[in-house]
């Protein structure tokens, strides 16, 4: 009795394997996730074990003519430590908004573009649901301007480095992997 439960013991040593963060190599999720400067919106990460990429969407149309934002941008981490429930990772993003300047019928639009180099901490709750925390620096250029080093911003809205006012609140994305 004592060998065959050591011998079933030792199989199942040998046959599991090391668990991972994200779930699984090749796992894909969707969510929602902010970046450094504000952009953000709905969200999809493809997780490949050593890195994850992902991309995002937002759109706002509030009341009134010629005043819809549109955001769009791409990030890309690559895990420099990870356990079985959380991982860090190096890289960044890329955020392109369309904003509109002024009032009225103008029609008069920004092209703001954000490069962000940082790192981003992502813990899992669960084997396929993430939260992420991100951190880095922020540069402006095109239409938008200005270097902000920063912990992740969220709230919908582009930030406006050439106001004046930066205004950053709490937030986090999150995930859910399908494997």
């Keep these: ?8 013991a030792v ?3 040998a046959t ?3 668990a991972s963060a994200g779930g ?3 796992s894909i999720g969707v969510g929602a996730e902010y970046q450094l400067s504000g952009l953000g919106g709905a969200s999809v990460n493809y997780d490949a074990g050593q890195f994850h990429v992902g ?3 937002g759109f706002f149309d509030p009341a009134g003519p010629s005043n819809t934002l549109f955001e769009i941008g791409a990030r890309f981490f690559y895990h420099m430590h990870s356990t079985a429930m959380s991982d860090f990772g190096l890289g960044g993003g890329f955020g392109l908004a369309s904003v ?3 009032g009225g019928m103008t029609n008069t639009r920004n092209t703001d573009v954000f490069l962000e180099p940082g790192f981003q901490i992502r813990v899992f709750l669960a084997s396929n649901v993430a939260l992420s925390f991100t951190g880095g620096l922020v540069i402006g250029v095109i239409d938008a301007s200005n270097v902000a080093i920063t912990g992740q911003g969220i ?3 582009v930030v406006d480095f050439g106001g004046g006012n930066v ?3 709490a937030g986090a994305g999150i995930h859910y992997y399908f494997f």
């Design 24 to 26: 699984q190599t090749g």
């Design 167 to 169: 205004v950053f609140n």
């Design 100 to 102: 509109p300047v002024g």
């Design 11 to 13: 199989v199942i040593a």
């Design 55 to 57: 991309g995002y969407l």
């Design 1 to 8: 009795m004592i060998k065959t439960s050591f011998l079933a």
């Design 16 to 18: 599991a394997g090391v």
């Design 155 to 157: 709230g919908g809205s």
